[in-house]
């Protein structure tokens, strides 16, 4: 356990922050879930609309310092594959 006020504030910081990411990233999660799920039901302008909506979620979750750049770009690209595999 921490010792100095710094080190305890710290902890505090690190617990609150560790909750915030564990529900963005569930949130992004599910998002790229729901472009998956309307691949695999073969609706086509569902799987659009879920993946129009799941790009912004993604990208924000760059900025957010939860997933690096590239794993964005690689999660876009291979729900963007799936997509054009439908047609």
């Known amino acids: 356990m921490a010792n100095s006020p710094q080190a305890r504030k710290r902890a505090r910081q690190a617990e609150k922050s560790r909750i915030r ?52 770009a690689r999660s876009k690209s291979r729900l963007n594959d799936r997509l054009r595999a439908m047609a």
Do not use: M, W
Request: proline fraction near 2%; hydrophobic fraction near 45%.
């Open 21 to 72: 990411n564990a529900g963005q990233r569930s949130n992004l999660r599910t998002f790229v879930k729901k472009v998956i799920a309307a691949v695999r039901a073969g609706d086509k302008e569902q799987a659009q609309a879920a993946f129009k909506t799941a790009v912004p979620v993604i990208d924000s979750a760059v900025n957010k310092g939860l997933i690096h750049k590239n794993k964005a």
